[in-house]
């Protein structure tokens, strides 16, 4: 399946003065993705700034973070590169094949020569968080860096492996770790990875020969060590106080961008470049920067694209399979999760994409408005993951879709909020657009016309003991739980309010009126109506199917008759499929249904 011809291989986002530019780069077994930040034409200084991001969750979460750092950066006057490491983003390769820190390591050094070959650069600062910072660190002699910003860096790997492996079995709620594998939300390190990080001591480094740093961080014993090592050295060294990292490394929705820390960043190199800069060539003078267009491996390639949606531009990837296939089979398009962007948590669209594109399903993973890397009016409707302009953005992008595909139907995924907006497209649907819905745990449906989270923390209880088979004993184990025992009185409530509203739902729905649920229920009917499909996806944990019959009993039981709902469990999964053995469940359940497996259409 091909894209549309009318498909561009520039991507041009712009943001006040800076234009932002999707690019790819490095060689061809190990193509990485990244952006390419530049002030108004004529503006530039010779120094170019190349932002390492951090690792796993930290870059996921903080997404939004290092766009707004490389933004604010370039505006100064300086070209800025971000990238995602082989193995990571969108980048080529998986996180847990070999040797993954000195491939990153390495990466660093190409991205450096790319910023100095396309964007002309003479000078170049690194600018690194988190893991990214020790990167930048380890790099910088073979990048024959100019200076570096170390933000929040990892001093020595071994805390840092201490400090992701706790925060890992806390959320897992594990004893212990396995000792061949570190996952935490859905990103992975092998053995190897975490021997070759615990190895990593910056404090042990030489940095002679650095002309000038920056350390922002919170006071700790290694960061003065660091800053002693660099001092003695005789690097010219600024040490500054931060207290912005829990505010960076949250969940992506409640981030809040370090408006102090970048300006203090933006300052420090346009210091640097108004020193000695020179007027940045011509562009025509340097070699265009290539398309980002990748062959991810011999059978699939990938693209991004833009999309104008409502005076607006929504950034999107689409992969492909590179011999076709699918049998006609529609594209799929993927919504954002939460507040993270078009990769999905742990980096799960991005897998999910390219294992269909394998077997022959074409599919496009988008930045709705506000979220990722679509442009966005203000920051104060960013990282909202229930934007209003939502229900618009994705009617507009599944008629894009369809055009650029040449497709007359999709499919549309969605996981958590994702899942809301795939449902909600669905249900206002005029026309068979959509062949089937698929929801990944969702934790919201309609309620009066409106997405309504349902995350009551009793409820989830209860959807774990109703789906126990020992009904009975679930409710002796909520009773002998000394920790729960004293709220069963309400626990009792909350399911027999449950069991009522399932009751009067039904009841209104036999009767043609409006009670408990009511919208629901209208738009499985109007999904069957369409001949679109809906399958829900779940973890074991979840309680996003119970909800669904919770809110529309009778819709979902005739829908599990007719085949027009589908409901499968996915084995050793949490909320967002965060282990490799979860997504692996996830990939083999949803190729089934494609291929026609139970439930199929």
Not at 348 to 362: C, D, E, M, N, S
Request: glycine share 10%; with cysteine; net charge neutral.
């Amino acid at each position: 399946m091909m894209l549309h011809d009318a498909m561009h291989d520039s991507v041009t986002l712009r943001s006040g003065d800076v234009a932002r530019r999707a690019v790819t780069f490095g060689h061809a077994c190990a193509r990485m993705f990244g952006w390419v930040h530049a002030p108004a034409a004529g503006a530039r200084t010779d120094v170019g700034v190349l932002v390492c991001s951090p690792w796993g969750a930290d870059e996921v979460n903080g997404h939004r973070i290092l766009r707004e750092t490389a933004d604010r950066v370039a505006a100064v006057g300086v070209t800025v590169l971000r990238f995602d490491y082989p193995g990571c983003g969108d980048s080529m390769q998986d996180e847990l094949d070999g040797e993954r820190l000195s491939i990153w390591e390495s990466s660093v050094c190409t991205a450096a020569d790319a910023l100095r070959v396309h964007g002309g650069c003479r000078r170049v600062v690194l600018v690194g968080v988190r893991l990214g910072a020790a990167l930048a660190a380890m790099a910088w002699r073979a990048v024959n860096a100019d200076a570096l910003v170390l933000w929040h860096p990892v001093v020595r790997g071994a805390a840092y492996i201490r400090e992701v492996d706790a925060t890992a079995r806390f959320a897992a709620q594990q004893a212990a770790p396995a000792p061949d594998l570190l996952e935490y939300a859905g990103h992975a390190m092998n053995a190897e990875t975490i021997a070759a990080l615990r190895r990593v001591d910056l404090q042990a480094m030489d940095f002679a020969g650095l002309g000038c740093a920056c350390i922002i961080h919170t006071p700790s014993a290694n960061v003065v060590k660091l800053a002693g090592r660099m001092r003695d050295a005789g690097v010219a060294l600024d040490l500054v106080e931060a207290d912005d990292l829990d505010q960076m490394i949250c969940e992506a929705r409640d981030t809040v961008v370090p408006g102090d820390t970048i300006g203090v960043i933006s300052a420090w190199v346009g210091k640097l470049a108004g020193s000695g800069a020179s007027s940045h060539p011509v562009a025509e003078a340097c070699p265009p920067w290539p398309a980002p267009v990748m062959r991810v491996d011999d059978a699939v390639a990938e693209r991004a694209l833009t999309i104008a949606v409502n005076g607006r531009q929504v950034f999107a990837i689409a992969s492909v399979p590179v011999a076709g296939g699918g049998h006609g089979q529609p594209p799929i398009v993927f919504l954002n999760s939460g507040a993270d962007d078009h990769i999905g948590p742990g980096r799960l669209y991005v897998k999910l994409a390219r294992a269909l594109a394998r077997v022959g399903y074409a599919s496009v993973r988008i930045d709705l408005a506000g979220l990722g890397d679509s442009a966005v009016a203000g920051v104060e409707d960013e990282n909202a993951p229930f934007p209003g302009s939502a229900l618009d953005d994705v009617a507009a992008v599944f008629a894009a879709v369809r055009t650029h595909f040449d497709a007359p139907a999709l499919r549309v995924v969605g996981l958590c909020s994702g899942a809301t907006h795939a449902f909600l497209a669905g249900a206002c649907a005029q026309d068979s657009v959509l062949r089937q819905v698929i929801l990944l745990n969702p934790m919201a449906f309609l309620s009066r016309g409106k997405a309504v989270p349902l995350v009551d923390g009793d409820f989830l209880r209860l959807t774990h003991l109703r789906r126990d088979a020992a009904f009975v004993g679930g409710w002796w184990a909520l009773i002998r739980a000394r920790r729960n025992w004293v709220r069963l009185p309400y626990a009792a409530l909350v399911h027999g309010l449950v069991v009522l509203r399932r009751a009067i739902g039904a009841f209104a729905w036999v009767l043609g009126l409006r009670g408990p649920g009511h919208a629901v229920a209208r738009g499985l009917a109007h999904l069957r109506r369409r001949g679109t499909q809906l399958v829900v996806l779940v973890s074991p944990q979840d309680p996003g199917f119970e909800m669904l019959r919770a809110q529309a009993q009778l819709a979902v039981a005739k829908g599990l008759r007719d085949g027009s709902i589908v409901h499968q469990v996915i084995a050793d999964a949490d909320h967002i499929f965060g282990t490799s053995r979860a997504q692996q469940n996830l990939i083999k359940a949803l190729r089934s249904l494609l291929a026609g497996g139970p439930g199929s259409p």
